[in-house]
């Protein structure tokens, strides 16, 4: 796969993750302008509301900004491959700003480790539980009901498969995967806050590629900046960025009675 192939594969997969989840929150509802997909949802948090798939100009980037506008918390997600070039500019132009940016990775290279033994959840309630997991090593410092909301939308997105790592009687790692046409994401890739610093981190990558590979697609993540080298060392590759961004002066439309 060319560069470009591959950051509209990942894209894509991250697009469908990304919407899925939202999706799976009850009232959340789908925007489909020619400009962008966005979703809005009841749960003021960008988990439901967000933009992505843009193909902005001027105008609709205008639109964009009110539709953010008319909520508390809203994402845009700018990937490799949105439209035009200079997206990044027009976002600014239209008062939104980057709030944080992620790293795109990917790999195709066959694993070197032996695979570990990983149990894929194949119960609601095993669903339940590996995703609740999940939000507690992402989000130790919020509420618990936050994370419960968040978990909950995990283990609701029945397309998305969670698979936990076992140490005797006890969930030491999580990891969930979603396969597209042309790629196979990873997400939420996790260990147990005691239980890091072993190895067992690089382990669970290693099986997760080994996945990919056996589907023979490349294994596509996002990361914070800071594990980019981590996950260098792993063989994946810096492939591109995701700029995050918000209104930068988030005047709510209808504080403002206009809405
Ligand atoms: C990232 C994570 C999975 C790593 O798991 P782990 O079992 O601690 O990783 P390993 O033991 O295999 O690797 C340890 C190495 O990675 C480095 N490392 C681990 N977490 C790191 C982090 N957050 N930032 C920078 N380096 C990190 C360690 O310094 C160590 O380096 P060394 O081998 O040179 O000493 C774990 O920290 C975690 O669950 N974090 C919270 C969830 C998360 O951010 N997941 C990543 C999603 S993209």
Known sequence: MTLSEIQRASSDNLRQT???LAMSIPDTVLVEDPAYRACLGEFEHPICNFAADLKLDPWSGRRLANLAMSRRSF????????????VAELLIRCDFRISYRLIQMASDGAPVEPSIDMR???SAPIRSEIA??????????????FRRRIAQATADSQVLDLYEMIWGDQRIGGV?????ELAVGIYNLCID???RGQGLGRLLTNWALRQASLRTKPAILQCDPHLQEWYEKQGFCRTGTIDVY???NPVRR??????
Do not use: C, W
Request: hydrophobic share 35%; aromatic share 16%.
């Open 18 to 20: 990304y919407f899925r």
């Open 132 to 145: 609740q997991f999940m939000t507690d090593q992402f989000f130790p410092r919020q509420t618990s009901g």
């Open 75 to 86: 994402n845009v997600y700018a990937l490799p491959g949105d439209e035009p070039a200079h």
């Open 193 to 195: 806050f005691p239980r």
């Open 246 to 248: 918000t209104l930068s």
């Open 254 to 259: 209808d504080i403002m009675g206009i809405t």
């Open 120 to 122: 894929k959840a194949e």
């Open 176 to 180: 969930m995967l979603y396969e597209t």
